[in-house]
């Protein structure tokens, strides 16, 4: 009561003052002072008696005067007496309609007194003031943000400058292995197939096919390089990811960059994005993405090619979210496929459904704001994890190629076959051991492995890269693994045949569960005269905590590049790619790696 009785009161005083509303504000309209003086148009009296009652009928209250003013026409008042009169009616009426709201106020307050719990400090605000509403909070105003349009904004807005120098230094030393094992796996059935249907198809010749002569579109150069790079599954891993990063990712920026003409730097760029969205994903559906069946090489890849190809493509942050949306409608892969061509060819189809969800969104195709964290998204679909917006708050601030980094690999076979291989090598050599001194070999490895070395007894040279008892065997048998290991059909050496028998993996519960701990081993061997030789769990040569030398990774990159390259060339080649941020045009590399390859 105590909050609005003044202001009530305020009001009517200025009422009682000026109960016409004829001071400043409130003069009456020219069609009234037309009508002054017009005796002849003022209502009779049966009609003013008839507009009295009328008004009497309506309630009074605080606008009184103001609709008394709107009713009344200005005539009525100028008859004798009347402005006087009506007067004295209006403060009648204001002081009734005060005494009796005023009276209102009074029982509903007291009702209150009546009812308050006893052990309420504070008075209750009076009844008759508004409740003021909250001010609107920052996401009331502005929707949090997707998170397709938070990669975007990532995307679109990193420049190299923001970037370490060592992240320059590390995407040099992965295109240097990338584009080494694109030029050995060139001449392989998988990319052969490939590339014969890239010749039927055609295309506007854009992009440079690695090994061969033929030019061709962005998209099928992508498709033909970058299954060419995972033949021999040699390639590079991140352990986050739980895949191979860099083939789709600068089979995407190649094809891209020549025909965009980007120069180096844009081409480095573009890989670090794409690096970054990749990991960044991998952080936020694995392992669970990874255990359910999806080749995290595609399936997450997809997305990292597409933000390559969105930002060496000049896209906007806009477009960029529809790239990324679409391309999640894109990912796919499966594990079921490792150990047959499909394999490789998963890394072909992850750079160019990437190239060409980002060249549809340029062109106006639009796909949902959610495609990513929706109910029925990726995230939904590909995985049962809730730490996607934990992932991306890393993004810009944490770069993964100085965190989990890139795992070279020293043996063409798959990265989880790696630490055991090392550690059989050295046991090897340590111990002088021979195929007959062995009487057992016991391999502990992590939950996800065996589910991908599922080849104990293979039979094709892709089946032995995904399998642990045939790498396990070549390393004591022969001391090393490599492209000679794996042929198709029965296994040549008769040594490695029967120590394959003798060789079981295990799940090993002491093995350590991060991320980067996925391919550690525990070996165990036991010898005919009853020794027993056993390793630490450990990680291999190459991963990021033991990378590879500059020397050993040029030499593998020579050893890979003979394959389409003269000596000569493949030197100059690696001397290119040493400055690769420096090339003025993508075109002056990607030309030096055409080959006479059918």
């Known amino acids: 009561m105590g909050a609005r009785k003044p202001v009530r009161r305020h009001a009517r005083a200025r009422a009682r003052d000026d ?22 148009m003022a209502l009779a009296p049966q009609d003013y008696e008839c507009e009295r009652a009328q008004w009497n009928e309506r309630p009074a209250g605080a606008h009184v005067a103001q609709r008394l003013h709107e009713s009344l026409e200005a005539r009525v008042l100028d008859r004798p007496g009347e402005r006087e009169r009506r007067v004295v009616e209006i403060e009648e009426s204001l002081v009734e309609g005060e005494r009796r709201e005023d009276e209102e106020c009074e029982q509903r307050h ?69 584009l080494g094992v694109m030029l050995a796996g060139a001449g392989e059935p998988v990319a052969r197939v490939v590339r014969r249907v890239v010749r039927a198809e055609g295309g506007i010749a854009l992009a440079t096919v690695v090994g061969s002569s033929l030019k061709t579109s962005p998209g099928w150069a992508a498709l033909a390089n970058g299954a060419a790079g995972h033949a021999h599954d040699f390639d590079d891993t991140n352990f986050a990811l739980l895949g191979h990063p860099s083939v789709p990712l600068l089979s995407t920026a190649l094809a891209a960059g020549e025909a965009e003409m980007a120069d180096g730097r844009a081409l480095v760029l573009g890989y670090v994005i794409g690096f970054e969205v990749d990991v960044a994903l991998g952080l936020a559906l694995n392992p669970d993405h990874y255990t359910r069946g999806w080749h995290a090489t595609s399936s997450i890849g997809t997305l990292g090619c597409a933000a390559a190809a969105a930002r060496l493509m000049g896209l906007d942050v806009t477009q960029t979210r529809h790239a990324l949306a679409i391309a999640a409608s894109h990912a796919s892969g499966l594990k079921e496929n490792f150990g047959s061509m499909t394999k490789p060819y998963h890394a072909g189809h992850a750079a160019r459904s990437g190239l060409l969800a980002a060249q549809l969104a340029r062109e106006g195709l639009t796909a949902s704001e959610t495609a990513l964290e929706g109910r029925q998204g990726y995230v939904a679909a590909f995985g049962a994890s809730h730490r996607l917006d934990q992932a991306l708050e890393g993004l810009g601030r944490t770069w993964q190629l100085l965190g989990s980094g890139i795992a070279v690999k020293p043996y063409p076979s798959c990265a989880l076959t790696h630490s055991a291989i090392d ?5 090897r050599a340590a111990h002088r051991l021979s195929p007959r001194d062995v009487a057992a070999v016991q391999v502990g490895v992590n939950r996800v492995v065996p589910d991908v070395l599922a080849h ?50 295990v799940v090993d519960p002491g093995l350590p569960e991060g991320a980067e701990q996925h391919a550690w081993t525990r070996v165990t061997v036991r010898l005919g005269d009853g020794r027993t030789l056993s390793t ?63």
Request: contains cysteine; charged residues 35%; aromatic residues 2%.
């Open 19 to 40: 109960p016409l509303g004829e001071r400043k504000g409130h003069e009456r309209s020219d069609d009234h002072r037309r009508d002054e003086g017009r005796d002849a």
């Open 110 to 178: 007291d009702c209150q007194k009546e009812h308050r719990p006893p052990e309420r400090l504070h008075r209750p605000a009076p009844i008759m003031t508004r409740r003021r509403r909250p001010p609107p909070r920052t996401r009331d105003i502005v929707p949090e943000m997707s998170a397709a349009a938070r990669l975007a904004e990532f995307i679109v807005k990193t420049s190299l400058e923001e970037c370490p120098s060592d992240v320059i230094v590390q995407v040099r030393r992965a295109a240097l292995d990338t």
């Open 536 to 598: 630490e769990a450990r990680g291999a040569r190459g991963h990021p905590d033991t990378p590879l030398s500059d020397a050993a990774l040029r030499e593998k990159f020579l050893a890979c590049a003979k394959a389409v390259l003269a000596p000569d060339e493949a030197e100059s080649v690696a001397e290119q790619i040493g400055h690769l941020e420096d090339i003025p045009d993508v075109r002056a590399l990607t030309s030096r790696l055409e080959g006479n390859l059918d």
């Open 423 to 427: 550690a059989l090598i050295e046991l």
């Open 456 to 505: 104990a007894r293979p039979t094709t040279a892709l089946e032995r890269k995904f399998s642990m008892q045939f790498c396990a065997a070549a390393a004591l048998a022969d001391g090393r693994v490599d492209f000679g290991s794996f042929t198709d059909g029965e296994v040549a050496n008769p040594e490695v045949r029967a120590l394959m028998e003798r060789i079981a993996m």
